[in-house]
């Protein structure tokens, strides 16, 4: 069986968020040949391209785990009906310097969960499209946009509802055959 290495970010900062909670539903949920690894964005500062001649250390940490998986998982909140500032900062530091984008080639996927009705679709269009900026090759289906209920998924994510259950898995399993896709595609 071929592994594959998966970064995940997580679009929110908070302590409680529910996407973080998503998120580890997801790793649970995983058919063994990914495995999952969070690259966090909460440390990076506000980037500025008079960085990138030198990156500062948080920056240079959060590129090389970039360069140290096979492919990048997207689990984000919407804020104001767009991607959460810190996720797109994050974004902005690994699309730089300029010739070193670290998304070329590293299949993409999105999801995300709100408690509105509109469930992050917004924030997942936004992304899809600075995703394909920076190169980042994307699952497009199945798309993902979860319905957080009180209690759907617990603090260390089991998930709370059987269809959702099946829905995250399901999902995951798409993303592991579009990520073993796009390998064969390279070799
Ligand atoms: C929100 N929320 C929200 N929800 C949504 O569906 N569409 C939106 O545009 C927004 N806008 C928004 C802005 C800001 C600044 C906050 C803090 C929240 C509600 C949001 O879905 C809810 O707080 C989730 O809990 C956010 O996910 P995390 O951060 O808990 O993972």
């Given at each position: 069986?071929?592994?594959?290495?998966?970064?995940?970010?997580?679009?929110?900062?908070?302590?409680?968020?529910?996407?973080?909670?998503?998120?580890?539903?997801?790793?649970?949920?995983?058919?063994p040949e990914l495995v999952c690894t969070e690259i966090?964005?909460?440390?990076?500062?506000?980037?500025?391209?008079?960085?990138?001649?030198?990156?500062?250390?948080?920056?240079?940490?959060?590129?090389?785990?970039?360069?140290?998986?096979?492919?990048?998982?997207?689990?984000?909140?919407?804020?104001?009906?767009?991607?959460?500032?810190?996720?797109?900062?994050?974004?902005?530091?690994?699309?730089?310097?300029?010739?070193?984008?670290?998304?070329?080639?590293?299949?993409?996927?999105?999801?995300?969960?709100?408690?509105?009705?509109?469930?992050?679709?917004?924030?997942?269009?936004?992304?899809?499209?600075?995703?394909?900026?920076?190169?980042?090759?994307?699952?497009?289906?199945?798309?993902?946009?979860?319905?957080?209920?009180?209690?759907?998924?617990?603090?260390?994510?089991?998930v709370n509802d059987v269809r959702c259950k099946e829905?995250?898995?399901?999902?995951?399993?798409?993303?592991?055959?579009?990520?073993?896709?796009?390998?064969?595609?390279?070799?």
């Open positions: 069986m071929t592994q594959y290495r998966i970064g995940y970010l997580i679009g929110s900062l908070a302590t409680a968020s529910i996407n973080r909670k998503l998120a580890k539903a997801l790793v649970r949920l995983a058919p966090p964005i909460r440390d990076l500062p506000l980037y500025s391209y008079d960085h990138d001649a030198d990156f500062p250390p948080a920056a240079r940490a959060f590129k090389e785990a970039l360069e140290q998986v096979d492919a990048v998982l997207f689990v984000t909140p919407e804020y104001n009906r767009s991607v959460p500032g810190g996720l797109k900062n994050a974004i902005d530091w690994a699309s730089r310097p300029f010739g070193r984008n670290s998304f070329t080639h590293k299949p993409g996927a999105i999801i995300g969960t709100s408690p509105g009705e509109i469930r992050s679709a917004i924030a997942q269009q936004h992304l899809r499209a600075i995703l394909a900026s920076c190169d980042c090759p994307q699952m497009n289906a199945p798309e993902a946009y979860i319905h957080f209920t009180p209690g759907l998924i617990s603090d260390d994510g089991e829905f995250l898995r399901r999902y995951m399993q798409a993303y592991a055959r579009f990520v073993a896709q796009m390998a064969s595609l390279r070799s």
